[in-house]
């Protein structure tokens, strides 16, 4: 098993910048690929970006490319989500997750959904206010 704890978001004006942390503990980091998604009021959840297991590749979706800055360090069992330019439209809880091995690898190949998430995390509040 693994606890994910997500941490970082809060109140920020349009263009503005915030960087969430997701710590892990539990099973081994490793094991997983790292994911964040989030979900605005009456919205259904939405994939935003991931990093595979080693650290090295990533995968976003579209509106966040250029913008969002997905990391991990294997060490202290963190992920993070550098957001850049952030908009009104990117107000939601946002979520960690861990998926399988090759998950992100998966996606970015075939640009199916990424998933299924296994652990997930309690969430963070991020409001962009115009």
């Known amino acids: 098993q693994v606890q994910l704890a997500e941490s970082g978001g809060g109140l920020v004006p349009a263009g503005g910048s915030l960087r969430l942390s997701c710590a892990a503990s539990?099973?081994?980091?490793?094991?997983?690929?790292m994911g964040w998604f989030r979900q605005a009021p009456g919205k259904e959840r939405e994939f935003v970006a991931a990093i595979m297991w080693t650290g090295v590749g990533a995968y976003y979706r579209d509106s966040v490319k250029g913008r969002f800055t997905i990391s991990r360090d294997n060490e202290k069992k963190t992920v993070a989500l550098e957001m850049t330019k952030l908009e009104p439209g990117d107000t939601a809880v946002y979520y960690c997750?861990?998926?399988?091995?090759?998950?992100?690898?998966?996606?970015?190949?075939?640009?199916?959904?990424w998933g299924p998430g296994i652990h997930w995390g309690q969430g963070t509040q991020v409001t962009v206010s115009s």
């Open positions: 539990g099973d081994t980091f490793t094991r997983y690929d």
């Open positions: 997750a861990t998926a399988e091995r090759g998950t992100t690898w998966t996606a970015a190949k075939t640009g199916r959904g």
